[in-house]
């Protein structure tokens, strides 16, 4: 098996593509502490690196955020971790965790239609490039024009989320759903 790794535009952060689907198409489970990480026998084995401070699964690739030390000090140990549980057949996530499908939030209201769009923009055009960052963005909720997302994996305190949120997201947003006026993180 091979693991390649890519930088990401966050420093903090560093991708590693195991040549394999890891959550699959259009899925993905954020791990931003040791606690959350319980749910899956592969977080956890990440966290339990010295100076982990945050994991990520993408649909074929996995994210890893560091608190502290040199990725050229932490890498082999995260290799080893990945390399190991994909080659011993164990489940990515535990019981029910391995059920969850994380990504939009639900939203009812007289908005629907308006909402179904936002998701179907983020869908097919937000989200595929993010995650060739190592990230995701996921739609949390909409209110008098305001899109509420929350950024995650490689984008979640990445130096240039904000302009990728503002500049990037915003205006496909806009240019897509006339009716956003604004985005926000959460």
Request: aromatic share 8%.
């Amino acid at each position: 098996m091979f693991i390649q790794t890519e930088a990401t535009p966050n420093p903090a952060t560093l991708k590693f593509l195991p040549g394999r689907d890891v959550m699959g198409e259009g899925q993905v489970a954020d791990f931003p502490n040791d606690e959350v990480a319980k749910r899956s026998p592969l977080a956890a084995k990440l966290f339990g690196v010295e100076g982990v401070a945050g994991v990520f699964f993408g649909s074929d690739f996995i994210t890893v955020t560091k608190s502290a030390g040199e990725w050229q000090h932490l890498k082999p140990a995260l290799l080893g971790a990945i390399m190991e549980h994909f080659t011993s057949g164990a489940s990515l996530l535990y019981g029910a965790a391995a059920n969850e499908k994380s990504a939009h939030a639900e939203h009812e209201g007289d908005d629907a239609e308006i909402v179904r769009e936002i998701k179907e923009v983020l869908d097919t055009r937000i989200r595929p490039a993010v995650a060739q960052d190592g990230g995701d963005i996921t739609f949390q909720g909409f209110d008098q024009g305001i899109v509420y997302l929350n950024m995650v994996g490689s984008c979640a305190g990445c130096p240039s989320s904000t302009v990728t949120l503002k500049r990037g997201v915003e205006n496909t947003l806009k240019h897509y759903v006339p009716e956003v006026l604004e985005v926000r993180a959460v």
